[in-house]
Nanobody, 125 residues
Framework: QVQLVESGGGLVQTGGSLRLSCVVS????????VSWFRQAPGKEREFVAA????????HYADSVKGRFSISKDTALNTIYLQMNNLEPEDTAVYYC??????????????????WGQGTRVTVSS
C-alpha cells in the first residue's frame, strides 16, 4: 500500500515562496507518476504539476508555468513542489497523488490511485 504525506503549506504574502513536500512510502515513487493537484474553496480539484514515472519528465498547468517547479529526492522518496511568486489565486489545499496515467490523461484526477491528505496554502494580498 502506497501512502503519501504532504507538508509545507502555510500563510504567505503575495510574491512569496513556499516549498511543499510529498513523502511517498510503501513503494519507490519512481514506480509511479507523482503529481500535485489543488482545490480552492468552491472549485473543482485541478492539476498543478507532474513528474512522470517514464523518463522523469515534468509537466505543469499553464497557470503555474514559470513560477512552480517539481523536483525529487530519490534517497528520501520525496517529491517537492517549489512555488515562487505566489498569487492569491494560488490559495488552495494542495494534494499529491500517485498513479500511472498515460500522458494525455496526466491532468485527470481519477487516473491516480493514491492521494495524500493535503496541505493548505493561503496567499494573502
Amino acid at each position: 500500500q502506497v501512502q503519501l504525506v504532504e507538508s509545507g503549506g502555510g500563510l504567505v504574502q503575495t510574491g512569496g515562496s513556499l516549498r511543499l513536500s510529498c513523502v511517498v512510502s510503501g513503494e519507490s515513487f519512481t514506480r509511479y507518476t507523482v503529481s500535485w493537484f489543488r482545490q480552492a474553496p468552491g472549485k473543482e480539484r485541478e492539476f498543478v504539476a507532474a513528474r512522470r514515472q517514464s523518463g522523469g519528465t515534468t509537466h505543469y498547468a499553464d497557470s503555474v508555468k514559470g513560477r512552480f517547479s517539481i523536483s525529487k529526492d530519490t534517497a528520501l522518496n520525496t517529491i517537492y513542489l517549489q512555488m515562487n511568486n505566489l498569487e492569491p489565486e494560488d490559495t488552495a489545499v494542495y494534494y499529491c497523488a500517485a498513479g500511472r496515467p498515460i500522458l494525455s490523461a496526466i491532468a485527470t484526477a481519477n487516473m491516480y490511485y493514491y492521494w495524500g491528505q493535503g496541505t493548505r496554502v493561503t496567499v494573502s494580498s
